[in-house]
């Protein structure tokens, strides 16, 4: 990994990995009752490389933005693994509204994911956004999260034991949370 001060209010940061990993747990079918089991059956290689930039904007506010590639693959046969995205993509921001709110928001881009049944499912772009504060008064704090702002549908890689290759993920998700501290 490499971290590297750029001016005052900017740090980038770039990191490789590679690893190997024997004896993956995984699901597969069982030939005599062609139910599925669980069983060390490969060995995987995998690598990738991520760079991110990380900013300090304006009084309080904070940035980001990163980018990641990996490849991984069964070492025996050379092949992609399931539901492992060759591409990742995010950024976000959070800013102070006003004393003690923030908003924020996070856009997530994926590619598509190779599912059990040799399919692909589709590449994604999901924004989400946050409302919250710092403490309010006596400890408490809120928060008005809403995930897939832009109610995208998309669909992340089943295993064997559904009948549709990919499960469709949920739509626009509103979430609001209240919590005091004692």
């Known amino acids: 990994m490499w971290e590297q001060r750029i001016g005052s209010r900017l740090l980038g940061v770039v990191s490789a990995y590679r690893y190997e990993m024997t004896d993956l747990i995984d699901e ?3 030939p005599d009752d062609e139910l599925g089991v669980f069983d060390n059956v490969s060995e995987v290689d995998a690598g990738g490389v991520e760079a991110e930039l990380r900013a300090h904007i304006g009084e309080g ?3 980001y933005a990163s980018y990641a590639y990996q490849k991984a693959e069964d070492t025996a046969t050379g092949a992609r693994l399931t539901n492992s995205p060759a591409h990742l993509a995010r ?3 959070v800013m102070p509204v006003l004393r003690p709110v923030f908003a ?3 856009l997530i881009v994926e590619s598509g994911r190779l599912t059990v049944q040799d399919t692909e499912t589709g590449a994604v772009v999901l924004l989400n956004v946050n409302l919250s504060t710092t403490d309010l008064f006596g400890g408490a704090r809120a928060a008005l999260l809403v995930r897939n702002v ?14 549709q290759a990919a499960v469709l993920q949920n739509g626009r998700d509103v979430v609001l949370t209240i919590e005091h501290r004692f």
């Open 28 to 30: 597969t079918v069982d």
């Open 61 to 63: 506010g904070r940035g």
């Open 91 to 93: 950024a976000g921001i």
């Open 104 to 106: 924020a928001a996070e």
């Open 150 to 163: 832009l109610d995208e549908t998309y669909a992340y890689p089943g295993g064997f034991e559904h009948l």
